[in-house]
C-alpha cells in the first residue's frame, strides 16, 4: 500500500464523516466549513495524496481534523486524543513499536483486530479503533489515569497492582499526556 492511497482513502472518509456531520446539523453545502484537504495542505504544504518531501514528517496538530470528529462520537476531547497520539507516535502512521503496536494511536495487532480495525496503518481506522479502545477502557476503569495507564501497560498489569503499575514508563506517560 502506498502512502499516497492510504491519503485519498482518508480523504474519502473524511469527507463522508464531514457530509453526515452537514446533514445531521441541516447545513447545506454552501454553509459547509473548509474542506479537510484545504486544512489539510495549508499546514503541510503538499497536497493530500501527494508524497511528503524528504525529511517533511507530519505534525499531531495536522491529525486534528481526524480527531476531532471520531473523538466527539465518543465523547472525548480533542486535545486528550492528540496528546495521546503526540506520545505514542509523535504524529506519524507507519509508526510501529518494537513490540508491533501499530500506527498513530499504536494498536497491538491483536487489540486492533478485536476492535475490528481492518488495517491498523491506516490513520482513520487507526484513530477511530484507538479513541473506541480508550473510550472502552474510561469506562472499564472508570478513571481516566487508570484507562491511561491500561492503555499504555496494558488492562491486566491495572488489575494486577489494583492501579497504575509502578513502572516509571507508564507514570511517566500519564504525566505526559495529563501534563
Do not use: C
Amino acid at each position: 500500500m502506498r502512502i499516497s492511497d492510504a491519503f485519498q482513502r482518508t480523504l474519502q472518509r473524511v469527507q463522508e464523516i464531514e457530509s453526515r456531520l452537514q446533514s445531521l446539523r441541516g447545513e447545506s453545502a454552501a454553509a459547509a466549513p473548509p474542506s479537510f484537504e484545504s486544512a489539510f495542505v495549508a499546514p503541510v504544504g503538499f497536497p493530500v495524496g501527494g508524497t511528503p518531501p524528504p525529511g517533511m514528517q507530519l505534525r499531531v496538530r495536522d491529525w486534528e481534523p481526524v480527531v476531532a470528529p471520531i473523538a466527539a462520537r465518543y465523547n472525548l476531547d480533542t486535545e486528550l486524543v492528540l496528546r495521546i497520539i503526540e506520545a505514542e507516535s509523535g504524529g506519524d502512521p507507519r509508526a510501529v513499536s518494537p513490540k508491533g503496536a501499530l500506527g498513530l494511536m499504536q494498536l497491538m495487532p491483536e487489540t486492533a483486530r478485536a476492535l475490528g480495525v481492518a488495517d491498523p496503518l491506516d490513520p482513520v481506522q487507526n484513530i477511530e479503533g484507538g479513541v473506541r479502545y480508550l473510550s472502552h477502557l474510561i469506562q472499564r476503569f472508570g478513571d481516566l489515569r487508570l484507562a491511561l495507564a491500561a492503555y499504555n501497560a496494558g488492562p491486566g498489569r491495572v488489575q494486577q497492582y489494583g492501579g497504575v503499575p509502578p513502572f516509571p514508563e507508564t507514570q511517566r506517560y500519564i504525566e505526559r499526556i495529563l501534563g
